[in-house]
């Protein structure tokens, strides 16, 4: 577009410079109202298409019929023709050149032009021009998004086999700890923090909808940052401009308003993408020169990189074991558990078959019970597979759901206290969470021999509390697999840098806690 328009002026002066004439001006304003629709409309829109076709017949015909220089009318004509080209291909150029060179070669012919030197010479060096600058452009355009010769476009499934390969050669090379969001987030807020005077900050990814997710936190207290991108706020400026904000106002909810504060938020930016952002806050007006977010700056490049390369590792995580466990699911939906509802199906004919064979009948119904328990364990394994935290719903309707569904199971009878804010957590984090508080509840439901269970959930990121309790036997008198259970728990909690808290309950059972983040502060 600004090419088009720099070459349109120029055009102009070239036209008008000996004096202003109706028919040249005519011309002009024909060129700039086609000139307009071709850049306007989208470049392969009918419209476009139409626009183009439409400087290169009027800066032809100009060139031909009106008594100024061709030479300086045809300076236009490479434009129509490159930008078709680009967004059409060279047989479309090659047709505009056509169409061109007939229209100059007619309209000479017409006016008694062919015979000027300096007409044929403007005439075949504005073609010349025009074919080469064509032909480099489609060249270069090929070298920098094309393919390499001869190779097809990759199928779906085959392109995703050779990224997650590179991706797993890749990450075999590097550090255990470079491919976690939280500590990458963690590491450059203390890299920032050590260059910057700063008393708060934190960094923030994108989750969807709209909204941020804190990765890593530092200062004197827990803040409850600004996360909503559709708010008037530095963050939201930031994210959206790609360029650093600084603001005179806190970016969280839970500092005063009024107080003399510089905040500022860079954003963390991986090739053409925002991965994240990272806020500091100082109660110090004036704290954040532009020297200063500079030097931010100088580190956020690389910085946005290997956190973009962490989160994109980290869903690919997630979407692998999703689909894993819904593998798992149908299988055992296909297989096992049909087979042992047949076998139940058997031993229910079996039982109507022998009416007076008391033994086998006793027998066949303590068998036909244990298959029924069986079964139902199989169905609360493929709902516990099954279970994943909704975007929209939240962990806390997710675990909700699934204390309820295993407390009708069992029998056990549900108490709930939820508490969570509209802001999330990282989605892997959510999913940690709720496969904690599933062992919990198994835990509870197979080996407690409970009859009450207490679920509470307080969510406000980056904190969140997760406590399950039950009135069962307590921890020391569970079985080797309830150990085990414990053990997978105390995993998933230092994966996410939990606290897993198991403690007895009062009078009697067992409490089983994963704290994330400090606690917020009484409001």
């Not at 086999?161 to 050669?169: E, P, Y």
Request: aromatic share 4%; charged share 20%; hydrophobic share 50%.
């Amino acid at each position: 577009m600004i090419v088009r328009a720099l070459l349109l002026a120029l055009v102009a002066v070239l036209v008008l410079s000996d004096g202003v004439r109706p028919a040249e001006l005519l011309w002009l304003t024909l060129l700039l109202a086609a000139a307009v629709i071709a850049t306007v409309a989208p470049e392969s829109h009918e419209v476009a298409r139409l626009g183009r076709t439409a400087e290169v017949l009027i800066t032809a015909f100009a060139a031909s019929t009106l008594n100024v220089d061709a030479a300086a009318l045809l300076v236009y004509l490479p434009v129509p023709i490159v930008a078709a080209a680009l967004s059409e291909g060279r047989r479309m150029a090659g047709a505009y050149l056509v169409a061109a060179a007939t229209l100059l070669v007619v309209g000479g012919a017409v006016e008694g032009r062919l015979d000027e030197r300096a007409y044929l010479a403007a005439a075949g060096q504005g073609l010349l021009i025009s074919g080469v600058s064509a032909y480099l452009v489609t060249i270069l355009q090929r070298v920098l998004l094309a393919r390499r010769p001869g190779e097809e476009t990759p199928q779906p499934y085959a392109e995703a086999t050779r990224l997650l390969t590179q991706l797993r050669s890749v990450a075999r090379q590097l550090p255990g700890a470079t491919l976690d969001p939280g500590g990458l987030a963690e590491h450059l807020l203390d890299e920032v923090r050590a260059m910057v005077p700063s008393v708060r900050g934190a960094v923030l990814s994108g989750s969807g909808g709209g909204r941020l997710v804190v990765l890593a936190q530092a200062g004197v207290e827990r803040l409850d940052w600004e996360t909503a991108l559709d708010t008037e706020s530095a963050v939201a400026d930031a994210w959206a401009t790609q360029q650093p904000v600084v603001s005179g106002r806190s970016q969280a909810r839970s500092v005063a308003r009024g107080q003399s504060i510089s905040s500022m938020a860079v954003p963390l930016i991986a090739g053409v993408r925002t991965v994240g952002l990272i806020v500091l806050e100082s109660d110090t007006p004036g704290a954040f020169p532009p020297a200063l977010v500079t030097r931010v700056q100088s580190v956020t490049g690389a910085a946005a990189l290997r956190l973009e390369a962490a989160l994109l590792f980290d869903e690919v995580r997630s979407l692998a074991t999703t689909e894993e466990r819904q593998r798992l699911a149908r299988e055992i939906h296909d297989g096992v558990a049909q087979e042992l509802v047949m076998v139940g199906y058997g031993i229910d004919n079996a039982v109507a078959a022998l009416p007076n064979a008391e033994a086998a009948e006793e027998e066949l119904r303590v068998l036909r019970a244990e298959v029924t328990r069986v079964i139902t364990e199989l169905r609360l394994s493929l709902f516990e597979l099954r279970s994943e935290v909704d975007r929209y719903g939240g962990l806390t309707a997710a675990i909700s759901d699934y204390a309820r569904t295993v407390g009708a199971s069992a029998g056990l009878r549900v108490h709930l206290s939820l508490d969570e804010t509209t802001a999330r957590l990282p989605a892997a984090v959510e999913a940690e969470l709720l496969r904690i508080a599933q062992e919990a509840i198994t835990n509870a439901r197979k080996h407690a021999g409970a009859e009450n269970l207490w679920v509470t959930c307080a969510v406000d990121p980056p904190f969140a509390q997760v406590e399950i309790s039950d009135d069962g036997s307590g921890i020391g008198e569970k079985p080797p697999d309830g150990h085990y259970g414990l053990a997978i728990m105390a995993e998933r909690a230092e994966r996410i840098r939990g606290r897993l808290e198991i403690t007895p309950r009062v009078p009697n059972g067992t409490t089983v806690a994963v704290v994330l983040g400090t606690a917020p502060r009484a409001r």
